[in-house]
C-alpha cells in the first residue's frame, strides 16, 4: 500500500505574497511578504508535502491568459526554491465564480485533485490561508487543522467569521508566524513520545 503523506496547504495571494484588489496580471505585480520565503525555507525537510491552491479568477475574468498566470506560478514557485524552500504541488483554479466549478474555493477540489495525485494524508494536513473560503475549502476537504491569517484579507475576512458556519480555526499575523508554530509541534513530537516511553518504562519496573 502506497505511504500517505499529510500536507499544508497554503493559499497563494495574501499568504506569501500580497494580494492585488485588481489581480496579479503580470510577475511584476508580484511582491513576496518580507518572511515569507524565509518562513517556508523552514519547512524543507519537514514531513508535510507542501502544496500551493489557488483561486486566479483573473483568467476566467479574460483579465490573463492561461498560459501568463501558468508562468506567474512558474516563477513564484522557482523563487521560492532558490530560497531554499520547496513546492511538492501548485494547483491553480482558473475560473470565476459564476462558472460553478468543483475547483474554486470554498469548495475542496483543489485539495481532492492534490490528494489523488501526491498521495496526501488529509485528516493528518494543515491550510494556511487569509480568507474564510481558504478554511472551508480545507475543512470540506476533511483537513484537520486549518489557519487564518490576519494578512491580506485576514483581518477583513475574521470579523465576518461569525456569520460563516466553519468548526474552529487559528488565527495568527503572519505566515511566518503560523510556521513557526508547525515546527514547534514538529519538534515537540519526539520529545512527548520519549516522554510517553519513559513513562511506560516506570510503570512495567
Request: glycine share 6%.
Amino acid at each position: 500500500m502506497e505511504r500517505m503523506h499529510p500536507a499544508i496547504f497554503l493559499d497563494r495571494d495574501g499568504v506569501i505574497i500580497e494580494n492585488r484588489e485588481l489581480y496579479v496580471r503580470s510577475w511584476t505585480d508580484v511582491t513576496f511578504y518580507p518572511s515569507s520565503l524565509a518562513a517556508l525555507a523552514k519547512l524543507r525537510q519537514s514531513p508535510y508535502k507542501i502544496v500551493i491552491v489557488t483561486n486566479q479568477s483573473a483568467v476566467g475574468r479574460g483579465l490573463i491568459s492561461l498560459a501568463t498566470a501558468d508562468q506567474i506560478n512558474q516563477q513564484f514557485q522557482k523563487i521560492i526554491e532558490a530560497a531554499g524552500g520547496r513546492v511538492d504541488g501548485l494547483y491553480m483554479c482558473p475560473h470565476k465564480p459564476e462558472d460553478r466549478c468543483a475547483c474554486r474555493k470554498p469548495l475542496p477540489g483543489l485539495f481532492l485533485r492534490a490528494a489523488s495525485d501526491l498521495s496526501l494524508d488529509l485528516l493528518h494536513s494543515i491550510m494556511i490561508g487569509d480568507a474564510l473560503s481558504d478554511v472551508q475549502a480545507g475543512q470540506e476537504a476533511g483537513v484537520n487543522r486549518t489557519i487564518l491569517l490576519r494578512t491580506g484579507r485576514g483581518t477583513a475576512q475574521l470579523a465576518l467569521s461569525t456569520t460563516r458556519e466553519l468548526k474552529p480555526f487559528e488565527v495568527f499575523d503572519s505566515l511566518s508566524d503560523a510556521i513557526n508554530s508547525i515546527v514547534d509541534s514538529i519538534n515537540e513530537a519526539p520529545r512527548a513520545a520519549e516522554g510517553q516511553m519513559r513513562a511506560s518504562d516506570t510503570l512495567s519496573e
